[in-house]
């Protein structure tokens, strides 16, 4: 059974960074973590969920156009981790911040929430002015 557990999330001021992990478990040797598209998503009060960033199975990456240049997101996939760093923070940025696993092995991902399956519980970010 899959299961992924966020951290880092918290409160900074605008202009400001804070680096989000999420472990990832339940992957084997035939069904590896490595193999399996990724991503980060965030929800704000009263929107919908949206794709921040993903990493697909075979590493490349894709970003929301709001987040571009300021957001990278990245694996360490030993370590069944994946980390989305954020910088340049913006108020607009505060939200619930989800890491998400696609069900498919070796199959591609898109920044919709459709292709993934597994999700975490959630991190909170605020960002204040």
């Known amino acids: 059974q899959v299961q992924l557990v966020e951290f880092g999330g918290g409160s900074v001021q605008a202009g400001g960074s804070l680096r989000l992990s999420c472990a990832a478990s339940?992957?084997?040797?035939?069904?590896?973590?490595?193999?399996?598209?990724t991503g980060w998503f965030r929800q704000a009060p009263g929107k919908e969920r949206e794709g921040v960033a993903i990493i697909d199975y075979d590493g490349t990456t894709n970003y929301a156009d709001s987040v571009k240049g300021r957001f990278t997101i990245s694996k360490d996939n030993p370590k069944n981790t994946l980390y989305l760093q954020m910088s340049s923070l913006k108020p607009e940025d505060a939200a619930m911040y989800y890491c998400a696993a696609s069900q498919w092995y070796a199959r591609h991902v898109t920044l919709g929430s459709s292709n993934f399956a597994y999700w975490g519980q959630g991190t909170q970010v605020t960002v204040s002015s």
């Open positions: 339940g992957y084997t040797s035939s069904f590896s973590y490595s193999r399996v598209g």
